[in-house]
């Protein structure tokens, strides 16, 4: 989706798609932010969104909404939102062009 924030692969829709149809109230999407946390010092947050806020900005593709909290928006240009589920890992993945590393674990990451 060109001028997006984020690119959402087919892995990823399916599997917000999941989350949203098992949760036990309607959401409008799935909200992605970045919070300070962890060796490298910033770490992807993934919740359900209840309600749009004034400044989200909005990613629908896919046939799921993503909505980027603004705080995050400059950390997450370019990136594509994944999901794997392979041997070893299972969970949404972030191809962030904007990092220029990761802490060993794989949990953080700095820009």
Known sequence: MAGAVISIS???AERVRELLASRDKPSVGI???????????LSYTLEFAD??????EIVEEK?????????AVMFLLGTEMDFV????????KFINPNEKGRCGCGESFRV
């Open 63 to 71: 046939g799921v909404t993503v909505l980027i909290d603004p705080k």
């Open 10 to 12: 087919d892995a990823a």
């Open 51 to 56: 309600a749009r806020n004034q400044f989200d």
């Open 31 to 41: 909200r992605v932010g970045v919070r300070t946390r962890g060796c490298s010092g």
């Open 85 to 92: 589920d392979e041997k070893l890992q299972t969970g949404f």
